[in-house]
Structures are given as structure tokens and as C-alpha cells.
């Protein structure tokens, strides 16, 4: 879009000249009104350079004051939520070293974005949350941390529908508490706590188990250097068919096709989680006969009575499709799927990584971490508030101050002592009446002070009701007292 922009300005340029060129051959070279009309083409040419409008990156967005509003809302329900469980607050730099970073991700280190060499350190932007706070925690030798973080992480990815290149996570990782697959029971839970509350509609949590899906890889007759790189191409079963995925295991990865068609049998089971459990335990089952598989089984089955105590089992689907490609995880894996009308895909997804702080530190901390999409997340609260056809309020003011002239000093006075007792106010100057009651309703601001010469004579002020367009007269000397009354306040 840019270089025809471009190459239209270049055009217009082209075509002043030419203009110029002409008409100067009807003008004496010495006529000073040759040089004011063509200061004037060249000001008009340049005037059009300069409204050229900017843009940004692709794979990045702006976002307005009614958008903000959603979002808002958004961290707000999801930071009580965190704070509900024990959760505390943690920040981490937006760069990391490279070397931190690397090696962490399998195949899609590719995506991290790499920062020019200033002064001796490579560095690289954070492609997610979870590998600094495993750093973190190597770094000041802790073993026992629940932390929430909200904060962008960027990607060197093709942008696309719901897919960006600087984004939100919105993630609670729960170290060091994981000895009876305690900390995967809360993580879920919080996970359906999030999803209820954000009340974003339908949805379910894909589960399966690393240890499950390598044993299930051995048993088909994978070599063990190829676990990583086959299951990033099992994780695209959400988005291709088996014969596509197929395909790139036996063309790409090397696998034999009676290999990948037997992998295709066990990737095709999923459904309620205890009985996809019980079938895989039952007699015959052929994961019984792998050490990984058993210990799997046994913690799924732990996790899915714990779920079931919860009232969150209903939401869970044993899938064993699911193979989350990142290298770091080691135990139960989850993914939340949108089941509604807007097509975002994953909304959330997290597991079990208990080698992860150990790539630092060289000591184990078992840890388990859930990361929220917030980004797609947004996309269907956006989507929901256009089909509830209601004005978004991008602001929470409660009363404006509408005085009925210029008087700055008389507008300053009142509205301090609104925001001295903490109400959300905001003031306006304007004779007309019409304009003051325009933006309130504009912004949704539900109240309305009045103060007019007449006003300022009797000592009372004006306060309107904008919804139920109900009026009265408040004391001045009260009026501050009268509002918080009614905004329930006291």
C-alpha cells in the first residue's frame, strides 16, 4: 500500500512540473508573477508530501478509548481472579539475553525477534513469560513461588486473524508445589474460573499428558530423537487434517508410513476424561505396557477426581491429539478452545515443565503455568459488545460539572471538591445548555450538575438525571455531599 502511495506522490509530482514547464513558456522569464505562482505549485507539492499519513508495523495494532474500556474490564477480572488464589505480582525485562532464551522453544525459536548487538550483550525480545520467570527463579534460588504476570511478549511470526506479532499473555505460574499434582488441579481451576468470569460463552479445555503422548510415540515405534519434532507436527492437528499432518511426518520427519498411520489410531482418541481413562487402563490397553504411559495414567487420574470435586471436570476433554510443541514441558499439557460463533482458535494453554528452572540453575523446581490468549480473548468481547448493539463507555466518569459560560475559576472550584471525595467528575464551559447534555449522553456520563447565573443567585444548583431526564435542586454548599448520596457513596 505504501509504494503506491509513493508512487502516486511521485506521479503528482511529475505532473506539477510539466504544468509548471508549460506555463512558464507564457510568462516572461522576467515576470516577478511567475516566481509567486510557481512558490505556490512547489508549496502545494510539498504540503501533499507532508499529509502523507504514517502506519504502523504489521502484526501490531492501536487500540481506541472504547476498546481499552473492554480491555480494562478484561485484566481487572482476571488480576482478582489471580489474587483469589494466593497469587502475587511479578515483572520481568521485556529483552532477555539470547542465550536465555534459546534452546527453549524447539522449532519455534525461529520466531523469536533478535535485537541489534549493543555493547557486547545479544539480546532477544521475550517470546513468552514462562522462560524468564523460570530464569528468575534460578536466578534468586527460589523453589516456591505462585506469581501472575500481564505483560506483552512479541513474535516474528506472519500475522494473520487473531495473530500478532506483540501481544498480551496473561500468565500464573505456580513453582515448587507439585508433589501430587496439586498445582495442576489449581492451575485448571483457575483457568475455568477465568473463562466463566471474562463470560466470554462456550468453551473447552483440551488435556492430554507429555509422558502419555512419548509413551504412545514409542509405542509406535518413534525414535526417541525425533519425540520433539513429531509432536510439532501432531500439534497441527487443530488446524490440518490427518492425512496433511501425515504427510509431513512421513515426507519432513522420516517416519515410515505404517509408523505414522499407527500414530494416526491412538491421536484420533478423545472425549470425557475418565472414560477415555478407563479405556486406557483397561485390560489389553497397549500404554499398560510402558513405565512413562503408567505414570501418566496415574496422575491423570489423580488430576481428573480433583477436577471432578471442583465442579470443573464437565469443562475438560481427554484429547490425545494434543501436543503443545514447546520443548519445556514434561507433564500434564492443556489447551483452551472458543467453541462460539467467532473463529479465534486457542484462547489459552499451558502444562507441566518440571526441567525447565533446572536449564539454569542445574537444581529441579517443578513448576506448572497456565497463559491466557488475552488478545483473542478480546476479539470476542469486541464481537459480543457489537451484537449487544450497546455504546461501549470508554470512561467512568459519574458527574460533569456543566457550567453555562467561560468561567474557568467558578468550574475549578466546584469540580475539586467532587474529586476531593473521590467522585469521577469532569467539567464543561458552554452557554448552550444542548452541548452539555450531547456529551454526557455521548459519553454515558449519568449525571449532570447545571450551574447558570441563576443558579449562582438562588444557591442551588441544577442536577439532572440524564437517563431518567429527572431534574432537582441540590444546596450549593452541599452539593458534593448530595451527589456522593446518590452515586451510593455514603
Known amino acids: 500500500m505504501l509504494s503506491s502511495q509513493n508512487d502516486a506522490s511521485t506521479d503528482n509530482v511529475a505532473t506539477f512540473g510539466h504544468w509548471a514547464e508549460l506555463l512558464a513558456l507564457y510568462f516572461d522569464p522576467e515576470e516577478t508573477r511567475l516566481d509567486t505562482l510557481l512558490g505556490k505549485i512547489k508549496e502545494i507539492v510539498e504540503s501533499n508530501e507532508v499529509r502523507r499519513l504514517p502506519k504502523i508495523p504489521k502484526g501490531t495494532r492501536d487500540f481506541g478509548k472504547e ?22 505480582s511479578l515483572d520481568t525485562p521485556v529483552f532477555e539475553l539470547r542465550e536465555t532464551l534459546m534452546g527453549k522453544y524447539g522449532e519455534d525459536s525461529k520466531l523469536i525477534y533478535d535485537l541489534a548487538d549493543q555493547g557486547g550483550e545479544l539480546c532477544s525480545l521475550r517470546y513468552d513469560l514462562t522462560v524468564p520467570f523460570a530464569r528468575y527463579l534460578a536466578m534468586n534460588n527460589i523453589n516456591s513461588l ?43 481451576k483457575v483457568l475455568t474460573e477465568l473463562l466463566d468470569e471474562l463470560n466470554i460463552g462456550d468453551y473447552e479445555i ?14 509406535c515405534g518413534v525414535s526417541s530423537e525425533k519425540f520433539r519434532t513429531v509432536c510439532s507436527s501432531i500439534d497441527k ?29 491412538f491421536v484420533k482418541k478423545r472425549g470425557p476424561p475418565l472414560e477415555i481413562l478407563s479405556e486406557l487402563k483397561g485390560s489389553g490397553s497397549s500404554f499398560l505396557g510402558n513405565s512413562g504411559s503408567v505414570l501418566a495414567l496415574n496422575e491423570l487420574e489423580i488430576l481428573f477426581n480433583a477436577l471432578e470435586k471442583s465442579k470443573c471436570l ?10 503443545r510443541g514447546l520443548d519445556y514441558y514434561t507433564g500434564a499439557i492443556f489447551e483452551a478452545v472458543f467453541k462460539g460463533s467467532t473463529q479465534v482458535g486457542s484462547i489459552a494453554a499451558g502444562g507441566r515443565y518440571d526441567n525447565l528452572v533446572g536449564m539454569f540453575s542445574g537444581k529441579q523446581v517443578p513448576a506448572v503455568g497456565v497463559s491466557l490468549g488475552i488478545e483473542r480473548v478480546f476479539t470476542i468481547m469486541e464481537q459480543l459488545e457489537k451484537e449487544k448493539n450497546k455504546v461501549i463507555r470508554a470512561t467512568e466518569t459519574q458527574v460533569l460539572v456543566a457550567i453555562l459560560g467561560k468561567d ?20 464543561g464551559l458552554n452557554k448552550r445548555v444542548r452541548n452539555h447534555i450531547d456529551r454526557a449522553v455521548e459519553s454515558g456520563i449519568p449525571w449532570v ?26 444546596p450549593r454548599e452541599r452539593f458534593a455531599e448530595e451527589l456522593q448520596k446518590r452515586l451510593n457513596m455514603v
Open 449 to 474: 450538575v447545571f450551574v447558570g447565573e441563576s443558579e449562582l443567585n438562588s444557591g442551588f444548583l441544577k442536577l439532572k438525571n440524564i437517563e431518567s431526564h429527572q431534574e432537582e435542586m441540590i
Open 314 to 323: 464437565e469443562k475438560i476433554v481427554f484429547d490425545l491429539s494434543l501436543a
Open 237 to 265: 492437528l487443530d488446524k490440518q487434517s490427518f492425512e496433511q499432518v501425515k504427510k509431513e511426518l512421513v515426507e519432513e520427519k522420516g517416519l515410515a508410513v505404517e509408523t505414522a498411520e499407527k500414530i494416526g489410531t
Open 67 to 88: 476498546q481499552m474500556a473492554i480491555r480494562e474490564h478484561a485484566f481487572s477480572v482476571i488480576t482478582s481472579v489471580f489474587k483469589r488464589h494466593g497469587a502475587v
Open 206 to 219: 483440551k488435556l492430554n499428558h507429555r509422558k502419555l503422548l512419548d509413551g504412545m510415540l514409542e509405542i
Open 408 to 427: 474557568l475559576l467558578l468550574a475549578a472550584e466546584l469540580v475539586s471538591e467532587l474529586w476531593k471525595v473521590e467522585v469521577k467528575a469532569e467539567f
Open 146 to 188: 505462585k506469581r501472575y504476570q500481564i505483560a506483552k511478549v512479541y513474535r516474528r511470526d506472519n500475522p494473520s486473524k487473531g495473530r500478532y506479532r506483540e501481544f498480551y499473555q496473561c500468565d500464573l505460574d505456580v513453582a515448587g508445589q507439585c508433589e501430587v499434582m496439586e498445582a495442576d488441579f489449581e492451575v485448571l
